[in-house]
């Protein structure tokens, strides 16, 4: 028999793979997908620069590793995490670029 916590533990877990699966599925009015420049960190290769002014570097793959390793003991730090996309995309981009308006989109 299941403990109480582990069931609302399991729920808090499906809710949050609900969440980041309706972002990443997430389309502007041409049908493209908004989230895609998110799913994968930048190439170290191509982007180097990124490493060095981004400390906490952070996408929906990583986000999704911690979803399934149960990292979030609440939608909080789920949240958190999806901030600090944000955040890491107004840093590293200019102000109006696609890449912060999409970011904005995915974090309300």
Not at 14 to 23: D, F, G, R, T
Request: hydrophobic letters at 30%; a positive charge.
């Amino acid at each position: 028999m299941r403990k109480s916590g582990e069931s609302d533990r399991e729920s808090i877990i499906a809710y949050e793979k609900e969440i980041i699966n309706s972002l990443t599925n997430l389309k502007d009015k041409s049908g493209r997908k908004i989230s895609e420049l998110f799913i994968e960190l930048p190439s170290k290769e191509v982007y180097s620069d990124y490493y060095k002014i981004i400390k906490n570097p952070i996408s929906f793959s990583i986000i999704n590793n911690k979803i399934k390793r149960g990292e979030y003991p609440n939608l909080d730090n789920l949240y958190e995490d999806l901030k600090l996309m944000q955040e890491n995309a107004n840093t590293y981009n200019k102000k109006n670029s696609i890449v912060c308006k999409d970011a904005a989109l995915l974090v309300v």
